[in-house]
Each structure stands twice: as structure tokens, then as C-alpha cells.
């Protein structure tokens, strides 16, 4: 009997149903002929915390850092208890294995890990399902290899380094940076990530060059063009040697701009370029996670973390849309044969998208159909299951209608229009003018927008204005020339939209060529999966905020600020994924053990941790006042089951100081003093802080 393991539910039920046999559901696994396949929930073991290792490391202490297993060791996650027995009651009835986790090195890590702490010595094979339809399932099943090949070798071996290593980043530092705030009185958590770090220093980053920004003042030109057939505008281009700029090409004298236009006024000028032509523009992709979030984000103001949770919903709950955790934008060439019932179905889930519904072209294959192009999972779209309308809430609603029309999208003509570009010369200057006429709809049809935002919108170039027909070499004039004042502006806020762009797009903020080409590769910090969390991780630390209630833009606090300050290049840098991932490479090709990298990189981790002790930390600070019983401690203020009190910082030192008060008005009331280390009125308050 073979044992198929797989990463989740869903590939599960996708491999058994292309085995040969009546397939039987348990709680726990698919019994279908001679094999059974059961599966994971995504990881379902992780890492010993330090406390497990040693009880003693439970008390966070800088004498005891940096910390490092000299024999790692994995625990059951909770609530999977169950699935890991039922696993290991299947192993022992089994002859083989065969690993069914996702073609990717933490798909090869994930069912793996519980192979080997169940003790399995089965042999194991290696099944790589990207496409969840019958012919590709079919393919793959068809082409099972061995799970000792070294391609999948490489994968677990650098997937397991990968884990290892933002463990020892992560915790170590965050101890150390924490201890550090605490001497200086402040309460909270300083945690430290190698993902989130860099993401929080964007933020930081941003808003001091928001702060520090200096408006620079500048003038463009805009001759108001007559020609025979109409009047258009046009804009002023800079020829060589041009006096009056500044290195980024920008009229920085007023004197010239205003001579400029005062010459240009009145002159004679001619068409030195006319050109129309037809152009088309594709269906937007379907979605990745990232992509979606950023689209929700920005049309609704939902955060990362909700988007995420609704696909979750719409995939588990209402078996609605596909897999969310994906960080694709195509499909499979296979799935184009479901297009005609997956679009009768969401036109009956959707009837406000009936209408323009029945022009869809299921014979019509977008660029997205494309099997190149599909990682290990395929883009974000609507299944063929019917919906009860009353099911889902209005979010669930709103973000299963953007994923349905970007399907729907795949289905029509390119948007048409028409592109002009003239050029025009007064008086030995260059003028140009640029517009865009749009012929045919197409797919925007879908979206009832003649023109969607994009990133050229507010571009001058990008001239919507009607322009008249003319030919190269016809005669104008230019009636009015005018300088306009203008002012550089400073960058955007980040909004949870932008900040996810910024994480993909990572690469745009690394110097050091080889990590940057490496992030680029790797779509940046952070997972599909991961990247809400991190987003969420920092506002519950209170790294990140909005602006202001209600705003989509975010800022980063005091506390956030002050650890970005106060941390090393190395730590911040976004770079130092793409130098990892650069060593993780090696460990996957077999050039670099996996125990090497961690060698490596605990020298890096070690100095880091050194350099905290040391690290100048400005963080809110919250007040104390000196503990006159002990006369060493300071008093803070805690919350009790009864309100507000104050308490000795030496209640769990030696020796050990039990002095507690009231609060009054913010401050801890002395008067009266406690007897026996308490005071009167507040006996519930024994209860010491943990």
C-alpha cells in the first residue's frame, strides 16, 4: 500500500481523485484502491522554543545569549495532535511513501520534517503537483521520482537552513534588543525579524524623507499650439546644453523660464512629427495574494490580513475561489477547458454581472494561459461551485466579485485606442504633445471604467486631451506660451497597498548588485503567505499605525523609530535576504552544507547580539518613581483585576521586593504607606506581574 502525504486537504482530494478505485473519506485520510492518501496542514510541527531545551531560558537574559540548540528538535503544532497520529498509524501499514507536498523547497521540507520525526524507514517517492485538474494530476502521478533525488535533497536541505536561521535571527536578537530597552525602562517587545525588520525600516525610511523633504522649485513651459484643423497644448523639452537646470534635468531659473516663454509667444511653428497608430492593451492577470491585497487595499482600505482571511474563508468555507496562498498571476493551459462552466456559474453567484457576461469568448485564451509561467501554485480564481448569496458577508462579497471580474477579464478582447504623439518646433525649441483615443472597450467593459488608474496616470505625457489631425511639415503657431511654478513633491505615504509593493519589490532598495538581482529573482522579502502577518506583527507591536483614524496611510511610532535607529546596517538591510538566499542556493545545489550556513551566519548573529548590549536605544519611556522600601527599585504602574497600581521592579529579583501602592491620578499614592509590602485598601492586588 502507498501512503500519499500531502501539504494540504486540497491536494489531497485532487490526487485521490485521479487514483484508480472508489475512494472512501475519513476524518483523517482518502482510502481509494490499494492507497491511501492523507495530508499535512500546512506545517503541523515547529521549532522547540528555548524554553523547551532548557527551562532556565524561559527568564530572558542577556548572560545566556546568543542561543543555539546543539540538537534541534521539532514539537507538534497545537490542535494537530490528531493528524500527527493518524500519520504515524498509517506509516506503519504502509510499504511506501510518497511526499505529495508542494513543488517547492518548503513543500519538500514540510512533509519531510514528519517523516523524520516519526521515524519512518519506508522508502519515499516525490510527487510535483502545481495544477490541481484532472491531466496535469494525471501527468504527475505519472512521472513519481525518487524523494532521494538531489534536487529535493537541496530543497529540504536549504529549506530546513532557511528555518533554522530566522530562528536564531529572529529570537536572539529580539532578546537582545529587548533586554536592552528594558534597563532603560521600557515595557514592551522589541522583536527583530529578517523580514520584518527591513519592512518596518521602509516605513521608518519613508516618513523621514517626508520629514527631512525640502520642496524644490521648478518651472515647465506649455505652448498653446494653433493649427489649422484645432488648437492643442504642448509640453517643453529641454535640448542639450540647456542653461537653467539642475541635475535632474528640471528649469530651476526663473529668469530663462520666463524669457523662454515670453520669446516663444507669438513665433511661427511647425509639426515636426506626427504619428497615429492603433494600440491594444491586455486583460490585467488574474491575482496573486499580493496582488489582490494591494487591489483591495487600495479600492476598499482593507488591510493585508483581512484580504487574507477572506480568501481563506472564500477557499475553506465556501469553496468558492482557489487557493489564495499564491504567488502567481497565471494558469495552466488545462484550465482553460473549465472556463465555459465556471463562467455559467458565477453569472448566476453574480447576476449584476450577467449581462456583460454573455459576451465573454471562452474560445479566447489571454496571456494568462500559460504553463511556463505556473510555480507551484496557480493565480487566484473562481471555482464552479454555486453560491448562496445570504452566505457570504459583505467583504467576503466585495473581494469574491474583483476576483470573479479579473477572471471574467481573461475572457474579452484587448482594450483598443488610438496613440498619438506630435512634436512640434518654436523658435529652435522642442514641444511635445501626447493622446490616447480610445476605440474599443474590450475588457474594461467588466469594470465600467473607461480607464483605469495606472502608474503613468498623473503623467503630462499622458495628455488625454482630443488633438487635432495633421500632417509632418504643416505650419502652426504658437499663440501663448506660459511658465508654470511648480514645486517638487515628497514620496507617499506607505498604505498597506504600497507597502506590500515595496516588500515584492525589494530589490529597488538594495545597492549591492548580486543581492539585489537575487531578490528580484525571489519576488522580494516575505511569502504570500507570510507577508499580512508581518504587516500585523508590526502593529501589534506598535511599530506601525495609521496616520490618522480612518487612513489607509501608515507611520511609524516612537517605539518603532527608535529601534530602526538603533540597530546595525546589517540587521535593517533588506540585503541581507538576498545575501542568504544567495548561500541558500548553494546548500540546494549541494555546494554549501546546511550546517555551514548556520556556522556562517551565527559569527553574524553573535556580533549582533554583542552590539545591542551597547546599542543606543530611544524609545518611549514609561514613567517610575523609586521604590522606597528597597530603595534600588523603581515603582511602575501595572493593571490589576481592579484598576491600576504600582509595583517594584525588584519583585522577581534577589532580593526580592514586594512593594506595591495605589494608583492616584497617575502616580502611586504614598500616603498611606503599605503595611507588610501592600497596600490596604487594594488586598486583590497581590498578584505580582509575570
Known amino acids: 500500500m502507498r501512503l500519499f502525504i500531502a501539504e494540504k486537504p486540497s491536494l489531497a482530494a485532487a490526487i485521490a481523485a485521479q487514483l484508480p478505485g472508489t475512494a472512501t473519506k475519513t476524518r483523517t485520510h482518502i482510502e481509494v484502491g490499494n492507497d491511501i492518501v492523507t495530508w499535512c496542514v500546512g506545517h503541523i510541527l515547529e521549532q522547540f522554543m528555548p524554553e523547551d531545551y532548557d527551562a532556565s531560558l524561559k527568564q530572558w537574559r542577556a548572560e545566556s545569549l546568543p542561543i543555539a540548540p546543539a540538537q534541534w528538535k521539532l514539537k507538534i503544532k497545537d490542535g494537530m495532535q490528531g493528524q500527527v497520529k493518524a500519520i504515524g498509524d498509517l506509516l506503519k501499514k504502509a510499504d511506501a511513501v510518497v511526499n505529495a507536498g508542494d513543488p517547492d523547497r518548503e513543500g519538500q521540507l514540510l512533509v519531510d520534517e514528519v517523516l523524520l520525526y516519526l521515524g519512518n524507514r519506508k522508502p519515499v517517492q516525490r510527487v510535483l503537483v502545481s495544477d490541481y485538474n484532472e491531466a496535469p494530476v494525471k501527468k504527475a502521478l505519472a512521472s513519481i521520482k525518487s524523494n532521494n533525488d538531489p534536487q529535493f535533497r537541496g ?226 480564481v473562481p471555482t464552479s461551485r454555486r453560491m448562496d448569496a445570504a452566505s457570504l458577508n459583505d467583504n467576503e462579497r466585495k473581494v469574491y466579485d474583483m476576483v470573479v471580474r479579473t477572471y471574467l477579464a481573461q475572457f474579452f478582447p484587448p482594450s483598443q485606442f488610438l496613440k498619438t ?175 555551514d550556513f548556520i556556522a556562517r551566519n551565527m559569527q553574524l548573529i553573535t556580533k549582533l547580539v554583542t552590539d545591542a548590549s551597547s546599542a543606543t536605544l530611544n524609545v518611549p519611556v514609561a514613567p517610575t518613581f523609586p521604590c522606597p522600601d528597597c530603595k534600588t527599585g523603581q515603582l511602575k504602574k501595572r493593571n490589576g483585576k481592579n484598576g491600576a497600581f504600582w509595583s517594584c521592579s525588584n519583585w522577581n529579583a534577589e532580593p526580592k521586593c514586594s512593594a506595591a501602592y495605589d494608583d492616584f491620578r497617575g502616580k502611586p499614592n504614598f500616603n498611606p504607606k503599605p503595611k507588610g509590602g501592600f497596600a490596604k485598601k487594594a488586598p486583590a492586588k497581590k498578584a505580582q506581574p509575570k
Open 421 to 595: 504623439d506630435i512634436e512640434v518646433a518654436i523658435d529652435g525649441e522642442k514641444f511635445t504633445a501626447k493622446g490616447k483615443t480610445p476605440v474599443s472597450a474590450g475588457w474594461r467593459e467588466i469594470y465600467a471604467q473607461p480607464e483605469p488608474e495606472g502608474e503613468d496616470a498623473d503623467s503630462e505625457d499622458d495628455d488625454k486631451q482630443a488633438l487635432p489631425a495633421m500632417n509632418q511639415g504643416d505650419a502652426a503657431q504658437c499663440k501663448q506660451c506660459v511658465a508654470n511654478n511648480r514645486k517638487t513633491t515628497p514620496p507617499q505615504r506607505f498604505t498597506e497597498k504600497l507597502l506590500l509593493a515595496a516588500m515584492v519589490d525589494i530589490h529597488k532598495y538594495v545597492d549591492d548588485p548580486a543581492a539585489k538581482a537575487r531578490l528580484k529573482e525571489g519576488q522580494g522579502i516575505g511569502t504570500e503567505a507570510t507577508r499580512a502577518g508581518i504587516i500585523e506583527e508590526l502593529k501589534k507591536r506598535g511599530f506601525i499605525g495609521q496616520l490618522k483614524a480612518g487612513s489607509k496611510q501608515i507611520v511609524s511610532t516612537p517605539a518603532g523609530r527608535g529601534l530602526i535607529a538603533a540597530l546595525p546596517a546589517h540587521a535593517k538591510n533588506p540585503a541581507l535576504t538576498g545575501i542568504c538566499e544567495q548561500a541558500l542556493d548553494m546548500v540546494a545545489a549541494g555546494r554549501l552544507s546546511g550546517d
Open 155 to 380: 530543497w529540504y536541505e536549504s529549506a530546513l537552513a532557511r528555518s533554522r536561521f530566522d530562528w536564531l535571527f529572529g529570537l536572539n536578537l529580539t532578546r537582545a534588543y529587548t533586554l536592552a530597552a528594558r534597563r532603560i525602562g521600557y515595557e514592551g517587545v522589541l522583536s527583530v525579524g529578517r523580514v520584518q525588520t527591513p519592512t518596518l525600516g521602509l516605513v521608518v525610511g519613508r516618513d523621514l524623507a517626508i520629514e527631512n523633504f525640502k520642496p524644490i522649485p521648478f518651472y515647465t513651459l506649455t505652448a498653446t499650439v494653433q493649427h489649422a484643423n484645432g488648437t492643442f497644448a504642448a509640453n517643453w523639452r529641454a535640448k542639450p546644453g540647456q542653461t537653467g537646470l539642475d541635475d535632474e534635468g528640471r528649469l530651476i531659473d526663473a529668469a530663462t523660464a520666463q524669457a523662454l516663454a515670453t520669446r516663444l509667444t507669438g513665433k511661427s511653428a511647425r509639426i515636426e512629427k506626427y504619428e497615429k497608430k492603433p494600440a491594444n492593451e491586455n486583460a490585467p492577470l488574474p491575482f496573486s495574494l499580493s496582488s489582490l491585497q494591494m487591489a483591495a487595499n487600495d479600492r476598499y482600505g482593507l488591510t493585508a490580513q483581512q484580504v487574507l482571511d477572506i480568501c481563506q474563508a472564500l477557499y475553506e468555507t465556501h469553496k468558492l475561489t482557489t487557493y489564495p496562498r499564491t504567488d502567481c498571476n497565471y494558469l495552466s493551459e488545462a484550465q482553460h477547458a473549465d472556463a465555459a462552466t465556471i463562467i455559467g456559474v458565477v453569472t448566476a453567484n453574480l447576476p449584476e454581472l450577467a449581462t456583460v457576461a454573455k459576451k465573454a469568448d471562452t474560445s479566447r485564451k489571454s496571456p494568462a494561459f500559460n504553463d511556463s509561467k505556473v510555480t507551484a501554485h496557480h493565480a487566484i
